[in-house]
């Protein structure tokens, strides 16, 4: 029944102005700030450990804008799930760095794009399959309806979704070496068993995916980091160099690159970044547990 509701709340939010929707996603959000729950306990801890400098009522101010945009960010996924590519690009209000992105296509080694949580990430996949053709990395919501209602939502004209799995890693290793471009979620805590590597992301120990550099060695691709920023009335999509140190041969150097490169694209617009992840679980032994502090 809970799942029923709400992917009915989703597909009505996804009907809305995109104005309205936000304004309703913020709602939600500012009223998760208000109860203190677990969203925002770790909101908290996450910028105590990442953003030290900022205390007292700036860090609450920073929690509770924090929390309205993630709120923001589910209304408006809903809308760019239901809506094709044109409404979208109507509501792109510019586009910053491009150049990056074509001058890596034109290498024709493939391009792999860092797509970290900040802004709006699924406005992400529509923008780079307007560029070429797309293959995304997919992890699937445990819910079934709403793992359906994604996946439609996500495969639009010029995108393959990919699993996470060996077979989704093969299709993006075949769509590199084609000379298209490949979609990652970074900054994502890898599952148990999976390539991994303990780097720092803002100065703290945080496990980190080694896919990034095993794809970057096997085809010298090259990489550029993509974000949505949320601005009045749409996006603002941004596209940054990747840092340098990731196409180290050395994975802790690499991967040390990766987290910085999502680090400078958290840096353009931090309330927009989805602080109440828990971006340093599941650290091996000898590290300590900063969500048990």
């Given at each position: 029944?809970?799942e029923?509701?709400?992917l009915?709340?989703?597909?009505?939010i996804?009907?809305?102005?995109?104005?309205?929707g936000?304004?309703m996603?913020a709602t939600?959000?500012w009223?998760t700030?208000?109860s203190s729950?677990?969203?925002?306990?770790?909101?908290r801890?996450?910028?105590?450990?990442?953003?030290?400098?900022i205390t007292?009522?700036a860090?609450?101010r920073?929690?509770?804008?924090?929390?309205?945009?993630?709120?923001?960010?589910?209304?408006e996924?809903?809308?760019v799930?239901?809506h094709s590519?044109?409404w979208?690009q109507?509501?792109i209000?510019g586009?910053e760095?491009d150049?990056?992105?074509k001058?890596?296509?034109?290498e024709?080694?493939?391009?792999?794009?860092?797509?970290?949580?900040?802004g709006?990430?699924?406005?992400v996949?529509?923008?780079?399959?307007?560029?070429?053709?797309?293959?995304?990395?997919?992890?699937?919501?445990?819910?079934?309806?709403?793992?359906?209602?994604v996946?439609?939502g996500?495969?639009?004209?010029?995108?393959?979704m990919a699993?996470?799995?060996?077979?989704g890693?093969?299709?993006?290793?075949k769509?590199?070496?084609r000379?298209?471009?490949v979609?990652?979620l970074?900054?994502?805590v890898?599952?148990?068993?999976?390539?991994a590597?303990?780097a720092?992301?803002?100065r703290?120990?945080?496990?980190?995916?080694?896919?990034v550099?095993s794809?970057?060695?096997?085809t010298g691709?090259?990489v550029v980091?993509?974000?949505?920023?949320?601005?009045?009335?749409?996006?603002?999509?941004?596209?940054?160099?990747?840092?340098e140190?990731?196409?180290d041969?050395?994975v802790?150097t690499?991967?040390t690159?990766l987290?910085?490169?999502?680090?400078d694209?958290?840096?353009?617009?931090?309330v927009?970044?989805?602080?109440e992840y828990?971006?340093?679980?599941?650290?091996?032994d000898?590290?300590q547990d900063?969500y048990q502090?």
């Open positions: 029944m809970k029923t509701l709400a009915g709340l989703l597909k009505l996804g009907a809305l102005p995109l104005g309205v936000r304004a996603g939600v959000g009223m700030w208000l729950g677990r969203s925002a306990r770790i909101t801890q996450n910028l105590a450990h990442c953003q030290p400098h007292g009522r860090r609450e920073l929690v509770r804008q924090s929390l309205t945009e993630t709120g923001k960010t589910a209304a996924a809903a809308a799930w239901r590519w044109p979208l109507r509501r209000r586009v760095g150049e990056a992105l001058a890596a296509l034109a024709g080694r493939g391009v792999l794009v860092l797509a970290p949580h900040l709006n990430w699924e406005v996949a529509p923008f780079l399959a307007s560029y070429a053709r797309l293959t995304a990395l997919y992890q699937p919501p445990r819910q079934p309806g709403l793992d359906k209602l996946l439609v996500r495969s639009k004209p010029n995108i393959d699993p996470t799995n060996r077979r890693v093969s299709q993006l290793l769509a590199l070496q000379g298209e471009i979609g990652i970074p900054d994502q890898p599952e148990v068993g999976n390539g590597e303990v720092p992301f803002f703290q120990p945080a496990l980190t995916m080694t896919l550099h794809l970057i060695q096997r691709c090259r980091s993509v974000f949505a920023q949320r601005v009045p009335k749409g996006f603002k999509m941004v596209v940054l160099p990747a840092d140190r990731i196409y041969d050395d802790v690499s991967v690159g987290n910085r490169s999502v680090e694209c958290v840096l353009r617009a931090p927009q970044y989805q602080w828990k971006r340093f679980r599941r650290l091996p000898g590290y900063p502090q």
